[in-house]
């Protein structure tokens, strides 16, 4: 179809993010569902499909973990689909509830994201050591801390910036955590607590990491006609983009994310913002590690190349700030199970464009953007919602 509609938002509801909880994915699918559908006054019987957002198989140790998920979302006998791009996961779950709605086939979708990392044995490390190319990757035996090692210290040397500006954004969304009710990793440190502590690959210490998570996060999405029958209040998904690089990090200069300028762009001219830095109040970017929140900040073109550090440095970032960055808490305060944790972001745009985030609202905030990154630092997915 040709057909393109407006597309709401009129319900949220997440779980908390812990490390080791004793719910099943299929229990914290429906947790996160009913909250969502509790938020927005809607039953089951309301909705017309449900697309489910959930990364590596191994994380939950099912194979095709999605058709065991499909009871907890309540998809039982309908439309169903799994949309999978590794961490960019979160936020392209609801660009495919939004295509459903835009393009006239659906009017409601319950969007849901699910995370159990727990099952991972040792480590969710080990879910990711097969992902490499086998013949010119995999032999130097990676993993993805010394990966995203080098794309930090490329970053860090390409714009000279100092690390202490980087710790800053662990104390930043730690500490914005602390308001936040399932946050997992709320916590008031310091830029010396960050640099003190132990360094897994240089430059990547361990406060600069996210931790491992279980959890889950749903959005009720609606066509423009039915939100006004449940909502005088719709969140509107004005803009989607999604893009992705090649998977060969070699090939690419690791200080810019153009994946995600490209993502960006693509959601950008959707939902006519030219001037992004002056038109978004506030943004979530993905931020599983200190420096991506920056990188991922340049890339949604909210700042020069180079220039997040200085802009967090000087309090630009903070909640109180002129352009907010993770008031949520993000990835390292709030917690990571993948694909929830993008999803969580959404929710955080829905609860902040309508003045119901509590101690963590930005005050005036009408247009915000959600992004989320993944798989071989390759994924750029963004949504921009508006009140």
């Given at each position: 179809m040709n057909v393109k509609r407006r597309v709401a938002?009129?319900?949220?509801?997440?779980?908390?993010?812990?490390?080791?909880?004793k719910e099943t994915g299929k229990e914290l699918s429906y947790l996160a569902a009913n909250a969502a559908l509790e938020s927005a006054g809607m039953t089951m019987d309301d909705i017309d499909c449900v697309v489910m957002g959930t990364a590596p198989d191994a994380f939950d140790g099912i194979h095709m973990k999605a058709d065991n998920l499909l009871d907890?979302?309540?998809?039982?006998?309908?439309p169903y689909s799994r949309v999978y791009v590794g961490g960019g996961t979160g936020v392209f779950s609801p660009i495919g509830g939004w295509w459903h709605i835009a393009s006239g086939l659906f009017d409601t979708c319950l969007v849901v994201a699910e995370e159990k990392m727990s099952p991972c044995i040792p480590h969710p490390q080990t879910a990711f050591r097969t992902i490499w190319d086998p013949i010119i990757t995999r032999p130097l035996n990676p993993n993805l801390v010394w990966i995203f090692a080098l794309e930090m210290n490329r970053y860090m040397k390409t714009y000279?910036?100092?690390k202490e500006h980087i710790a800053m954004v662990a104390v930043k969304n730690k500490?914005?955590?602390?308001?936040?009710?399932?946050?997992?990793?709320?916590?008031?440190?310091?830029?010396?607590?960050?640099?003190?502590?132990?360094?897994?690959v240089w430059p990547v210490q361990r406060l600069d990491i996210s931790p491992p998570s279980d959890?889950?996060?749903?959005?009720?999405?609606?066509?423009?006609?039915?939100?006004?029958?449940?909502?005088?209040?719709?969140v509107w998904i004005d803009g989607v983009g999604w893009s992705l690089d090649s998977a060969y990090w070699t090939n690419r200069d690791l200080c810019f994310p153009q994946y995600v300028a490209e993502a960006a762009k693509m959601a950008y001219k959707m939902a006519k913002i030219t001037d992004p830095p002056k038109e978004v109040d506030f943004a979530?970017?993905?931020?599983?590690?200190?420096?991506?929140?920056?990188?991922?900040?340049?890339?949604?073109?909210?700042?020069?190349?180079?220039?997040?550090?200085?802009?967090?440095?000087?309090?630009?970032?903070?909640?109180?700030?002129?352009?907010?960055?993770c008031p949520s808490g993000g990835l390292l305060g709030v917690g990571n199970p993948i694909a929830a944790a993008g999803l969580m972001k959404c929710c955080e745009m829905f609860w902040q464009l309508r003045n119901e985030a509590g101690k963590r609202q930005v005050s005036g905030a009408e247009t915000g953007v959600a992004q989320a990154w993944g798989d071989l630092m390759q994924v750029g997915t963004v949504t921009v919602f508006r009140r």
């Amino acid at each position: 179809m040709n057909v393109k509609r407006r597309v709401a938002v009129v319900g949220a509801g997440i779980t908390l993010f812990r490390r080791r909880l004793k719910e099943t994915g299929k229990e914290l699918s429906y947790l996160a569902a009913n909250a969502a559908l509790e938020s927005a006054g809607m039953t089951m019987d309301d909705i017309d499909c449900v697309v489910m957002g959930t990364a590596p198989d191994a994380f939950d140790g099912i194979h095709m973990k999605a058709d065991n998920l499909l009871d907890g979302a309540g998809a039982t006998r309908k439309p169903y689909s799994r949309v999978y791009v590794g961490g960019g996961t979160g936020v392209f779950s609801p660009i495919g509830g939004w295509w459903h709605i835009a393009s006239g086939l659906f009017d409601t979708c319950l969007v849901v994201a699910e995370e159990k990392m727990s099952p991972c044995i040792p480590h969710p490390q080990t879910a990711f050591r097969t992902i490499w190319d086998p013949i010119i990757t995999r032999p130097l035996n990676p993993n993805l801390v010394w990966i995203f090692a080098l794309e930090m210290n490329r970053y860090m040397k390409t714009y000279n910036i100092p690390k202490e500006h980087i710790a800053m954004v662990a104390v930043k969304n730690k500490g914005n955590a602390l308001d936040h009710p399932s946050a997992q990793l709320a916590a008031k440190i310091t830029v010396e607590d960050v640099l003190n502590s132990e360094t897994m690959v240089w430059p990547v210490q361990r406060l600069d990491i996210s931790p491992p998570s279980d959890g889950a996060a749903a959005l009720v999405l609606t066509s423009e006609d039915v939100a006004r029958k449940f909502t005088d209040a719709p969140v509107w998904i004005d803009g989607v983009g999604w893009s992705l690089d090649s998977a060969y990090w070699t090939n690419r200069d690791l200080c810019f994310p153009q994946y995600v300028a490209e993502a960006a762009k693509m959601a950008y001219k959707m939902a006519k913002i030219t001037d992004p830095p002056k038109e978004v109040d506030f943004a979530e970017p993905y931020d599983p590690f200190t420096y991506k929140e920056l990188h991922h900040m340049e890339g949604l073109l909210l700042a020069k190349k180079g220039e997040a550090p200085k802009l967090t440095a000087e309090g630009v970032t903070q909640r109180d700030g002129d352009l907010p960055m993770c008031p949520s808490g993000g990835l390292l305060g709030v917690g990571n199970p993948i694909a929830a944790a993008g999803l969580m972001k959404c929710c955080e745009m829905f609860w902040q464009l309508r003045n119901e985030a509590g101690k963590r609202q930005v005050s005036g905030a009408e247009t915000g953007v959600a992004q989320a990154w993944g798989d071989l630092m390759q994924v750029g997915t963004v949504t921009v919602f508006r009140r």
